[in-house]
């Protein structure tokens, strides 16, 4: 990210929504909360292509440039502000992809149920027979994103 996100919007409306509907497609909350947090990238200088650079990268450049020690290291970024957002976003993407990743468990964890005892796959876990029966009752709540956003679908 070499632009200036306030300042260069490579001739991209920062307001179309099918662009932020896109790339915040891993927030399943209801519109009004979509467009408040539409509204606070749109605020801060950032464009839809600037959060799925920074969440293609799973945050990469954000944390080498935190680390580096340079004193206004956030400014590539479009200042402090926007890197407070963009790394939220990623934690946001984070918590999605981890639920994704819960349900997923909890279909197999169910399935095992079905052919072995909840001592036998609960040792084979690393967990308490108490938790198998936790996991396995969770279940797959979609909706989730199909692909993360650093492969390509």
Known sequence: MESNPGGDNRGVDARDAAGWDTVLA???ADQAELEIVRSRFIESGLTPEDVQAVLSDGGDALYAAARSGD???WDP???ALAVALLAAEVGAMSAHLNGRASGIRSLAVDGLMDDFSAVAVASALGVSRQKVYDIAKG????PYIDTVPWRAP
């Not at 279940?139 to 979609?142: A, F, N």
């Open 26 to 28: 891993h927030r399943v």
């Open 71 to 73: 004193v206004d290291w």
């Open 77 to 79: 970024f479009g200042g």
């Open 139 to 142: 279940g797959l709540r979609p």
